[in-house]
T-cell receptor, first 112, second 115 residues
Framework: EAGVAQSPRYKIIEKRQSVAFWCNPI?????LYWYQQILGQGPKLLIQ????????DSQLPKDRFSAERLKGVDSTLKIQPAKLEDSAVYLC??????????FGPGTRLTVL | AQSVAQPEDQVNVAEGNPLTVKCTYS??????LFWYVQYPNRGLQFLLK??????LVKGSYGFEAEFNKSQTSFHLKKPSALVSDSALYFC?????????????FGTGTSLTVIP
C-alpha cells in the first residue's frame, strides 16, 4: 500500500512570497489533515477534510492560509503571503474513519 | 477540552534497560489514545493505539503502552531499549466519537538510548 505523498520536500522562500504544498493521501482514506509542526513542538492541526468538505479549520490563519480538496482526493495548502513565523514542517496525514492517521514525510518550509 | 500532556521533554536510558515515556490525557468521555514516533527529517509513524478492551496494548518495534483510567495515563514502555529507538515520541488523543475526528498531540518527548 502506497503511503501519503507530499511535495515538495523542502522549500525556501522570502517573506511576503507565496508557496503551495501538495498532498496525495492513501487511496480510500476519506479524511485528510494538514498540520504545522514548528521545531521542538508537537503537530498543530491546521485543517481537516472529510472527503472534499472542511470539518475543522479553526486553527487555520485564514488571512494568509488556504487549503482545498476539490475532488476529495489530493489536497493543496497555500500560504500567501508568507511570514517568518511560518517556517515549519507541514505534515499531511490521512485516515480511515476514526482510526490512526498515516503521515507523509512533510514539507520543510524556510521563510527568509 | 481534550488535551494530552507529556511531562518530560527528554528521556535518557541505557541500551538494554527498560524505558518509559509518560503521557497523561484529559478528555470528556472515553479516550482514543495513540503513540507516534518521529525520526529526524521524517514524518510521524504510528506505533500503537488504545480504543477499548485490554489495558495493555502492544505495538510496533516491541513497544507497548498501558492505559490507566484512574490515573488518566497512557505511558509508552519497552522492556529493553535499543540505540535505534532514539527518536521523538508523541502521544495523541482523539476526541470523543460523534464530535469530530480531531487529534490533539502532546509536545513530544525526545528519547535518547545510550550505548
Amino acid at each position: 500500500e502506497a503511503g501519503v505523498a507530499q511535495s515538495p520536500r523542502y522549500k525556501i522562500i522570502e517573506k511576503r512570497q507565496s508557496v503551495a504544498f501538495w498532498c496525495n493521501p492513501i487511496s480510500g482514506h476519506a479524511t485528510l489533515y494538514w498540520y504545522q509542526q514548528i521545531l521542538g513542538q508537537g503537530p498543530k492541526l491546521l485543517i481537516q477534510f472529510q472527503n472534499n468538505g472542511v470539518v475543522d479549520d479553526s486553527q487555520l490563519p485564514k488571512d494568509r492560509f488556504s487549503a482545498e480538496r476539490l475532488k476529495g482526493v489530493d489536497s493543496t495548502l497555500k500560504i500567501q503571503p508568507a511570514k517568518l513565523e511560518d517556517s515549519a514542517v507541514y505534515l499531511c496525514a490521512s485516515s480511515l474513519s476514526r482510526n490512526e492517521q498515516f503521515f507523509g514525510p512533510g514539507t520543510r518550509l524556510t521563510v527568509l | 477540552a481534550q488535551s494530552v500532556a507529556q511531562p518530560e521533554d527528554q528521556v535518557n536510558v541505557a541500551e538494554g534497560n527498560p524505558l518509559t515515556v509518560k503521557c497523561t490525557y484529559s478528555v470528556s468521555g472515553n479516550p482514543y489514545l495513540f503513540w507516534y514516533v518521529q525520526y529526524p527529517n521524517r514524518g510521524l509513524q504510528f506505533l500503537l493505539k488504545y480504543i477499548t478492551g485490554d489495558n495493555l496494548v502492544k505495538g510496533s518495534y516491541g513497544f507497548e503502552a498501558e492505559f490507566n483510567k484512574s490515573q488518566t495515563s497512557f505511558h509508552l514502555k519497552k522492556p529493553s531499549a535499543l540505540v535505534s529507538d532514539s527518536a521523538l515520541y508523541f502521544c495523541a488523543v482523539r476526541d470523543i466519537p460523534g464530535t469530530g475526528n480531531q487529534f490533539y498531540f502532546g509536545t513530544g518527548t525526545s528519547l535518547t538510548v545510550i550505548p
